[in-house]
């Protein structure tokens, strides 16, 4: 950790809006458990005052990292002065650490969130001879989940989009993580049977398309969105028979990664740090 006095330490989620987030009930429940005196808050920032807001932190002692949340998922790279290897890869980070010298470095801790969400809810990678997972949307997000889906064992996607001209910029990206890409428009979504669906899709963003997705007995539904809750999508995937995992189990697990990254410190009772975040945000302990 920086050597400052304890009391200036801080860090704190940007994004816009950001009154809905609850990382500050995680990061805060975190470190009261660890014994640290740092202040984590919500910072509504807008896409205009990101620069400004980064040259400030610069200039003031005691700041230890970032959350980052929407716009600035991908707006937020040319402001760093590091990328870790998979940041770097995705094009997206969600997570600036501030180093002891001052520099910026960014990681993603979205793709790991993504993997022990899923693997919580039970879902351990593609089966061999199982459908292509299917992914809704394709956004910052959508990169996060293409390297999950290549860390969980896919090698090919299914990726509906509304703007199919998003795929050119996506494509690449996942030939880089080893997945190849098939894309579809959203509106022929009825057409999919997945074992393993995503949503990236923003709030409300997947209501209409939910009567027409028929899940497959047993496959599990990750929604990004975790307020409203639950989501249409989510609600039906239930009554189909399918597992829902919720945006919030994914937001607990890339925060936990976070905390690391931030009080740079290897976290020695996992289970126990698991279960005050859980606590802080109303999920089930581990």
Same mark, same amino acid.
């Given at each position: 950790?920086?050597?400052?006095?304890?009391?200036?330490?801080?860090?704190?989620?940007?994004?816009?809006?950001?009154?809905?987030?609850?990382?500050?009930?995680?990061?805060?429940?975190?470190?009261?458990? !660890?014994?640290?005196?740092?202040?984590?808050? %919500?910072?509504?920032?807008?896409?205009? @005052?990101?620069?400004?807001?980064?040259?400030?932190?610069?200039? @003031?002692?005691?700041?230890?990292?970032?959350?980052?949340?929407?716009?600035?998922?991908?707006?937020?790279?040319?402001?760093?002065?590091?990328?870790?290897?998979?940041?770097? %890869?995705?094009?997206? !980070?969600?997570?600036?650490?501030?180093?002891?010298?001052?520099?910026?470095? =960014?990681?993603?801790?979205?793709?790991?969130?993504?993997?022990?969400?899923?693997?919580?809810?039970?879902?351990?990678?593609?089966?061999?001879? %199982?459908?292509?997972?299917?992914?809704?949307?394709? =956004?910052?997000?959508?990169?996060?989940? &293409?390297?999950?889906?290549?860390?969980?064992?896919?090698?090919?996607?299914?990726?509906?989009?509304?703007?199919? $001209?998003?795929?050119?910029?996506?494509?690449?990206?996942?030939?880089?993580? $080893?997945?190849?890409?098939?894309?579809?428009?959203?509106?022929?979504?009825?057409?999919?049977?997945?074992?393993?669906?995503?949503?990236?899709?923003?709030?409300?963003?997947?209501?209409?398309?939910?009567?027409?997705?028929?899940?497959?007995?047993? =496959?599990? !539904?990750?929604?990004?969105?975790?307020?409203? #809750?639950?989501? @249409?999508?989510?609600?039906? #995937?239930? &009554?189909?028979?399918?597992?829902?995992?919720?945006?919030?189990?994914?937001? &607990?697990?890339?925060?936990?990664?976070?905390? @690391?990254?931030?009080?740079?410190?290897?976290?020695?009772?996992?289970?126990?740090?698991?279960?005050?975040?859980?606590?802080?945000?109303?999920?089930?302990?581990?």
């Amino acid at each position: 950790m920086p050597v400052v006095a304890v009391s200036t330490l801080k860090a704190a989620v940007i994004g816009h809006p950001i009154s809905h987030s609850k990382s500050p009930r995680l990061h805060n429940a975190a470190y009261h458990w !660890l014994g640290l005196q740092i202040d984590y808050r %919500a910072i509504d920032l807008a896409p205009s @005052e990101l620069a400004g807001f980064i040259a400030e932190l610069r200039a @003031e002692p005691g700041w230890l990292g970032l959350s980052v949340t929407m716009p600035h998922k991908a707006a937020i790279r040319a402001q760093m002065d590091e990328l870790d290897q998979l940041a770097a %890869a995705l094009g997206v !980070l969600n997570t600036v650490r501030v180093t002891s010298e001052g520099a910026l470095k =960014g990681s993603n801790t979205d793709v790991i969130g993504i993997v022990k969400a899923l693997n919580h809810a039970g879902y351990r990678g593609q089966a061999s001879g %199982a459908p292509a997972p299917v992914v809704l949307g394709g =956004g910052g997000t959508a990169l996060a989940v &293409l390297a999950a889906l290549g860390q969980l064992g896919a090698t090919a996607v299914e990726l509906y989009l509304r703007d199919p $001209g998003k795929a050119e910029a996506l494509t690449p990206v996942a030939e880089s993580l $080893g997945v190849q890409l098939r894309t579809r428009p959203l509106t022929s979504v009825s057409e999919a049977r997945p074992e393993l669906l995503i949503s990236t899709l923003p709030p409300h963003g997947a209501d209409q398309l939910a009567p027409a997705i028929s899940p497959v007995p047993g =496959g599990y !539904l990750l929604d990004v969105v975790y307020d409203p #809750w639950p989501s @249409e999508l989510a609600r039906r #995937w239930q &009554l189909g028979g399918g597992t829902v995992v919720s945006g919030l189990e994914m937001l &607990l697990y890339q925060a936990v990664e976070q905390v @690391e990254i931030f009080t740079d410190s290897v976290i020695q009772d996992r289970t126990g740090l698991v279960n005050v975040m859980c606590d802080s945000i109303g999920l089930p302990r581990r």
